[in-house]
């Protein structure tokens, strides 16, 4: 799981990447606003963690760009701003949590963790598929009958995707934003690539093509 971590204290980022890394996250630091949003623009991250007061642009703003441009990466706020008005702000500018400075490293685990899961419908690390299929949304395997086959980068965020809004139809513009990166290139014969490399590994049935419009995982 990739984290991008936004905090203008040189001794507090290290401590939390520190600890973050130990419990298997890859964490890319910023120290300003926009270098968050480069960042963010090219790459996939699973979380965001972001301080509100850092320079150039702040953490209320940078997320509202990022919700503007149609970029629902789940975020936390953590901040020592803690108003009742700076914590509408922060949900406002579409936040899914807000944790006040100082905080205990477990509990900002807990929220992470907590948010993952809600985002996969999951009380676990894994995400069940159906009785012989599993799916696990920290290492990117695919269980399926006790056997271990772990996805390219592109085949897990596009699995990830479609399970978040299974029973859904996900549309080419959302696959496009979220799989592939802002510098990558995209087409509709790579997808189609991707999409028959899962069917292979979860059935054909469970991912139906919506004509023109994108696909939906059952």
Request: contains cysteine.
């Amino acid at each position: 799981m990739k984290i991008l971590y936004l905090e203008d204290d040189l001794n507090l980022s290290q401590t939390v990447e520190e600890f973050l890394k130990d419990e298997g996250f890859e964490v890319t630091c910023a120290y300003e606003g926009e270098e968050a949003l480069d960042y963010i623009y090219n790459s996939i991250f699973d979380i965001l963690l972001l301080d509100v007061n850092v320079p150039q642009i702040g953490g209320f703003e940078l997320l509202r760009e990022l919700r503007e441009a149609k970029i629902s990466t789940p975020a936390i706020f953590i901040t020592s701003l803690n108003g009742i008005d700076d914590l509408s702000k922060g949900y406002g500018c579409g936040a899914d949590d807000y944790i006040k400075k100082p905080f205990a490293l477990k509990e900002l685990l807990l929220r992470i963790n907590a948010i993952l899961k809600r985002e996969y419908k999951t009380q676990s690390n894994s995400v069940k598929i159906d009785e012989k299929i599993n799916f696990n949304i920290y290492s990117n395997e695919l269980i399926i009958d006790d056997k271990t086959t772990l996805l390219n980068q592109k085949e897990s965020l596009l699995l990830k995707l479609l399970l978040k809004h299974h029973d859904e139809c996900v549309s080419f513009e959302n696959i496009y934003q979220n799989v592939w990166q802002f510098s990558e290139e995209h087409s509709y014969m790579s997808l189609r690539t991707y999409i028959k490399n899962l069917r292979k590994h979860i059935g054909k049935e469970r991912i139906l093509s919506i004509k023109n419009v994108g696909y939906k995982l059952v």
